[in-house]
């Protein structure tokens, strides 16, 4: 399986950009997830990579093939569509079949190709259904099938999950998960769903306005976002964001949040020198925390805050205090939790080494 990489691509409708010089390249196996909210751009890239549209600009490769030109069907790529596109008269075999109409394959290889694929995704006491009478997670299966049986090079996603309800959604993101594992083919993955590309990425491309924000593995992008866009953007409940303002005496760094409290920043990994003065924002994720009422000592910081909101998702508790103007989310187990009601002053302490910090102008990560 070849590696896949762009070069500077642009599309431009008009005079809108849409793709503003992207580049990015992915390893032969990588399941790559493009990620961000709905009209970012991540349809539009799939669709040049697939061919179904033209670039403004750029170059596309596939392994050491310079793509950029060629055909849809020339280009080795298998592409599956969120409204999974099966021809409803035709049975699950004559769908699975119909990938490879054009391919002039031996009927034998066909058939072998066809019975692989359907005992992979158990589709073969299905075989002479129509869509019509499958359900949503059976049909997702054919088009899946009818990508497979193509041997394509890079398999295509375009949010293919998004149709379905929440259980079978988390289903078929284990099967997808297991196929790549098995097969280990290299994957372009569009989903506005970061739990999706969290547990599925081998890489992410964070996508913004039609620029990637960051690319990294799941981990890169979660324990070092490289800006506020993806610190804000992946987890929930969202990372808790703070201003303060830098301070440096008697060797000591503390970034100063409202009310004096300081944090100590000491061993924080500064990418460059920072400045006395300088105005940041402190990210903090909710489930680092101490225990409410069990600050540690030796931690960054310590805040003692009155409890505004108590939220029980049956798993754990989102505990939110009141900071200010704002509310500091935090994520507690249900039962350290349970003896705390609206009203409570608790303190809570967080750790040096998971702390976040940004530059308040630039966004970025400091
Ligand atoms: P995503 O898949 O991330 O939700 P798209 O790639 O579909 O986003 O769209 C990215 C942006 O490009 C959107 O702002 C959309 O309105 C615009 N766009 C998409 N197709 C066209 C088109 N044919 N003409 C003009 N603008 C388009
Ligand atoms: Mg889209």
């Known amino acids: 399986m070849p590696h896949v990489s762009f070069e500077h691509i642009v599309k431009k409708y008009g005079e809108v950009t849409v793709l503003d010089g992207l580049n990015l390249a992915i390893e032969d196996g990588d399941f790559l997830v493009l990620l961000g909210p709905s009209g970012c751009g991540k349809s539009t890239l799939l669709n040049l990579i697939a061919g179904l549209?033209?670039?403004?600009?750029?170059?596309?490769?596939?392994?050491?093939?310079?793509?950029?030109?060629?055909?849809?069907?020339?280009?080795?790529?298998?592409?599956?569509?969120?409204?999974?596109?099966?021809?409803?008269?035709?049975?699950v075999r004559g769908n699975l079949k119909f990938g490879l109409a054009a391919s002039k394959l031996p009927n034998e290889e066909i058939d072998r190709r066809i019975t692989w694929a359907s005992e992979l995704l158990q589709l073969d006491q299905l075989m002479n259904r129509k869509p019509a009478q499958l359900s949503g997670g059976q049909r997702q299966r054919v088009a899946i099938g009818r990508a497979l049986v193509k041997h394509a090079d890079v398999l295509l996603f375009d949010e293919p999950l998004s149709n379905l309800d929440a259980k079978l959604r988390t289903e078929m993101r284990m099967e997808i998960k297991k196929l790549h594992d098995a097969l280990n083919p290299t994957i372009v993955y569009v989903t506005h769903d970061q739990i999706e590309a969290m547990t599925m990425a081998t890489k992410i491309a964070v996508m913004n306005g039609g620029e990637i924000q960051q690319f990294g593995t799941p981990d890169d992008v979660y324990e070092s976002p490289a800006n506020l866009f993806v610190a804000g953007f992946i987890g929930t409940p969202q990372m808790n964001l703070l201003r303060a303002t830098l301070r440096a005496s008697d060797n000591r760094l503390m970034a100063v949040l409202a009310d004096d409290i300081a944090v100590d920043l000491g061993g924080y990994p500064f990418k460059a020198a920072p400045s006395d003065g300088a105005e940041v924002i402190l990210g903090l994720r909710p489930e680092h925390f101490s225990t409410p009422g069990r600050p540690e000592e030796n931690a960054a910081c310590v805040l003692e805050r009155p409890v505004e909101v108590i939220e029980r998702t049956g798993s754990d508790t989102i505990v939110s205090l009141s900071f200010g103007e704002?509310?500091?989310?935090?994520?507690?187990?249900?039962?350290?939790?349970?003896?705390?009601?609206?009203?409570?002053?608790?303190?809570?302490?967080?750790?040096?080494?998971?702390?976040?910090?940004f530059d308040a102008h630039s966004g970025l990560r400091l």
């Open 53 to 91: 549209n033209e670039m403004t600009s750029g170059r596309i490769m596939i392994g050491d093939r310079d793509v950029s030109e060629l055909d849809p069907k020339d280009r080795g790529l298998a592409m599956v569509f969120q409204s999974y596109a099966l021809y409803p008269t035709k049975t």
């Open 326 to 357: 704002k509310l500091l989310a935090l994520r507690a187990a249900p039962d350290e939790a349970a003896t705390l009601s609206s009203g409570d002053r608790v303190a809570v302490s967080y750790p040096k080494n998971k702390l976040n910090l």
